[in-house]
């Protein structure tokens, strides 16, 4: 309903910055209003900012696409991989941090023909100068970040050596100059599809989605706009909820998947009720982890702030042009009818935006994401096996810690009455099954890893079960 608070945007950011060994977990979309406190604008300068166009000159071409990786000797030592792989004739370049979290962060890398390497990551968050040895294997050079300059030695990494998950890793074409990354765990099996959250990539599930492996084939795709995947114009089509579940859709042809389940993370809520309300027929099932809020499943009895802002917006602009006579009566029944649920959820922003009071803060703009967000529409009949799994109450260490308590202890309840509206909602779905975990992360699937999966599994004997009877 009311703006969602963008816990996935702050919690373990610091996990980054300050070289904890617990996984970092960026954001995906599950809260979708600007996230308002400080600790936001760390996340950009580490995501958003990383989002840079890798610019990689001559260094001959090829010497440097590959897998590099290396062990940084800072204060608190931790492993890095630099991944560099060539699309479409471009170089593109990726850094990960492997103990803390799966996903590629694009970098940007300046380099010569001459071997020199130089690579920097966010706003020069953290830079790297070095040189490449003359059998093209190591790079050689210094690891700056923050106060810290350290001697690093990148080595290139074998297929029997690599640090990353073992997966095979492909692009499939969906729409003219449109590519998304298919990453290929594995496994013979019924295939299990992971799509993941705004923000993150397929790669998001690197130590989590190989968990079903071998009873299942299980792929991951990146959504159009990041990682390696293509990224189009962020105009109103291009990224609207049906034109990325059309996405999925192809890459499920293309590759021959017969009825796959599919799962889906946060904003990819959205990707799973396109396919399954449109096309129920071509999929096993649907698995939301912390992915059923009202982009995925809209409910009249809750409504949602943003949803409602832009139907009535549109019947807006239908009244202003329509003329006397039976349309105009029908759109004014309309907006008189949806107008009292906007003003609700609108009254709830408003408490909210209260209680947040001067710890608000105002992201920049972000084309990609907020064409996402304004194509967004409105599902209700999902009729396909379901497993809706929601963390609620939330952490609240996606609150601000200088909140005062009150204020927290407010703000946590308005989010938990929220997303029990839309428990409720799926809860009268005759073909779903829903698992409530309190206190969990957003990112359930790291924080209650094993409660997600138990679930998962569970759900998925049954739809094995299915099959034979």
């Known amino acids: 309903m009311f703006a969602n608070f963008g816990s996935c945007l702050k919690t373990r950011v610091d996990a980054l910055i300050n070289h904890k060994s617990q996984p970092a977990k960026i954001s995906s979309a599950m809260y979708r209003v600007k996230p308002p406190w400080r600790l936001f604008l760390l996340w950009r300068k580490l995501v958003l900012s990383l989002l840079l166009l890798s610019s990689l000159a001559a260094l001959h071409g090829q010497d ?5 990786q290396s062990t940084v000797q800072t204060a608190a030592p931790f492993r890095l ?35 020199e390497v130089k690579f920097s990551i966010s706003m020069n968050y953290a830079t790297f100068d070095g040189k490449m040895s003359s059998d093209r294997n190591q790079i050689t050079g210094t690891w700056t970040g923050g106060a810290e300059s350290v001697k690093v030695d990148l080595h290139r990494a074998t297929p029997e050596g690599s640090w990353l998950t073992k997966s095979t890793i492909r692009t499939i074409t969906v729409a003219p100059d449109v590519s998304l990354e298919v990453v290929d765990w594995g ?10 959250g705004l923000g993150n990539t397929a790669h998001v599930f690197d130590t989590f989605a190989p968990n079903f492996l071998p009873k299942y084939h299980v ?6 706009g990041f990682g390696v995947s293509s990224s189009p114009a962020p105009d109103p089509v291009n990224y609207r909820a049906d034109q990325l579940g059309d996405d999925i859709l192809r890459v499920i042809g293309s590759l021959g998947l017969k009825k796959p389940v599919l799962v889906g993370h946060s904003i990819a809520g959205e990707e799973l009720s396109s396919v399954g309300s449109r096309y129920p027929k071509r999929i096993a099932g649907l698995i939301y982890l912390d992915a059923g809020y009202p982009f995925a499943l809209y409910s009249a009895d809750a409504g949602d702030t943003r949803l409602d802002a832009l139907e009535v917006k549109k019947q807006l602009d239908e009244y202003l042009s329509a003329p006397f006579g039976a349309d105009r009566k029908r759109i004014i029944a309309d907006l008189l009818s949806n107008l009292p649920l906007l003003q609700k959820g609108l009254e709830i ?3 909210h935006d209260e209680l947040m009071s001067d710890h608000l803060t105002q992201p920049g703009a972000d084309p990609i994401r907020q064409a996402i967000l304004d194509g967004e529409r409105k599902y209700t009949g999902l009729g396909v096996p379901i497993l809706a799994i929601f963390a609620n109450p939330h952490n609240p260490s996606y609150l601000p810690p200088q909140l005062p308590p009150g204020n927290k202890a407010e703000l946590i309840a308005l989010r938990q009455a929220s997303t029990g509206e839309q428990v409720k909602a799926f809860e009268k779905l005759k073909s779903a099954k829903v698992v409530v975990l309190p206190n969990a992360d957003h990112y359930v699937f790291v924080s209650n890893k094993q409660e997600v999966e138990r679930a998962m599994k569970d759900f998925l004997n049954t739809l094995d079960a299915l099959k034979y009877q």
Request: hydrophobic residues 40%.
């Open 64 to 68: 440097i696409v590959g897998q590099w």
């Open 187 to 196: 496994g013979n099996g019924p295939p299990l599809v992971f799509l993941a």
């Open 219 to 224: 792929l991951g795709i990146t959504r159009r």
């Open 349 to 351: 922003d408003q408490k």
């Open 81 to 115: 991989v630099l991944k560099v792989l060539k699309n479409n004739d471009q170089l593109r370049a990726f850094i990960i941090w492997v103990d803390r979290s799966p996903d590629y962060f694009p970098v940007t890398i300046l380099s010569d023909p001459n071997g």
